[in-house]
């Protein structure tokens, strides 16, 4: 049984910081690309950054490029996502996901992830 929990969010002023973590189990971890999703008040399931299996190459949402970094612990079975420059708008639940599909290619779909995470909340007061 697959099993994600994520952890390390909280409440923070903008322009702060956050690191969260995605704890996996139930699964070959090292063998799946991981992604961060969030989902704001009243809004749908957006991308936030993906990570490939192996190989360190990442992709991000245009809105948190050169703030937000992800990256993966294979040896931990753990995904990160350091969040700096922290904005009122980034104000979000965000959960990691499992990349289902077979090969390198990095997606942004919420419909290419099966195993979701329970979330942990985001908070960025102005």
């Known amino acids: 049984q697959v099993e994600l929990v994520e952890s390390g969010g909280g409440l923070v002023q903008a322009g702060g910081s956050l690191r969260l973590s995605c704890a996996a189990s139930g699964l070959t971890f090292s063998g799946y690309a991981m992604g961060w999703f969030r989902q704001g008040p009243g809004k749908e399931r957006e991308f936030v950054a993906a990570i490939r299996r192996i190989g360190g190459r990442t992709d991000y949402a245009d809105s948190v490029k050169g703030r937000f970094t992800i990256s993966r612990d294979n040896a931990k079975n753990t995904v990160y996502l350091q969040m700096n420059s922290l904005k009122p708008e980034d104000t979000a639940v965000y959960y990691c996901?499992?990349?289902?599909?077979?090969?390198?290619?990095?997606?942004?779909?919420?419909?290419?992830?099966?195993?979701w995470g329970q979330g942990t909340q985001v908070t960025v007061s102005s």
């Open positions: 996901a499992v990349d289902r599909r077979v090969g390198w290619s990095l997606s942004g779909k919420v419909y290419d992830y099966d195993y």
